[in-house]
Each structure stands twice: as C-alpha cells, then as structure tokens.
Nanobody, 122 residues
Framework: QVQLMESGGAEVSTGDSLTLSCTASGLTFDDYSVAWFRQAPEKGREGVAFIDGDGTIRYADTVKGRFTISKDGANKITYLQMNNLKPEDTAMYYC????????????????WGQGTQVTVSS
C-alpha cells in the first residue's frame, strides 16, 4: 500500500523560507515521478514542482527561482525548499507520486498525501 505523508507546514512571514518534506512508503521510490501541488482556498489544485521518473525537474512559473524540489531516494523523502515566500504562496501543499510519467496535472498522479498547510502573512 502506497502512502505519502507531508510535514513541515507552518505560518511564516513574507520573505521567510520553509522546507516541506514528504515521506513515502510502499513504493519503489526511484521509479516514480514525484511532485508538489498546492491548493489555496476556493481555488483548484495546481502543480508547483515536479521530478519526472527520468529525473527531469520542472517548476511552475509562479515559483521558479524561489522553490527547489529534491528527493532522497535512500530514505524515500521528497523535499520542497521554499525561499522568499509571498502571501500568494499560502495554500495547502500536497505531495504526489505516480509510477508513470506523472505530467503536470492532478490526473497524472495516482497517489497523494493528506497535505500540510503553509500560511504566509504580509
């Protein structure tokens, strides 16, 4: 059974940094595409950072240059380092994984964590 568990969400101020973690179990981690999505109140879930199964890393334009996704294969952890946070980054952040190519959309990922809340105050 595949399980993903996020941690690290917090309430921070504009300009602060924060690192989210996602610990996976029940999967062959190195073969999976992984990603971070976020969902603000009354908005759809949007992808912000991706590591495809072939190692390609991609970012949404809104976070490029500020967020960094990485993964620790040995410990099955995916990280999202977030720098220079802005109030518009406020959202519930979800990690996702898929044995296939994943892609950039919610529908491309089979497994999801429960989310961790990030709140950025101005």
């Amino acid at each position: 059974q595949v399980q993903l568990m996020e941690s690290g969400g917090a309430e921070v101020s504009t300009g602060d940094s924060l690192t989210l973690s996602c610990t996976a179990s029940g999967l062959t981690f190195d073969d999976y595409s992984v990603a971070w999505f976020r969902q603000a109140p009354e908005k759809g879930r949007e992808g912000v950072a991706f590591i495809d199964g072939d190692g390609t890393i991609r970012y949404a334009d809104t976070v490029k240059g500020r967020f960094t996704i990485s993964k620790d294969g040995a410990n099955k952890i995916t990280y999202l380092q977030m720098n220079n946070l802005k109030p518009e980054d406020t959202a519930m952040y979800y990690c996702a994984a898929d044995p296939g190519i994943g892609g950039s959309c919610v529908a491309g990922f089979s497994y999801w964590g429960q989310g961790t809340q990030v709140t950025v105050s101005s």
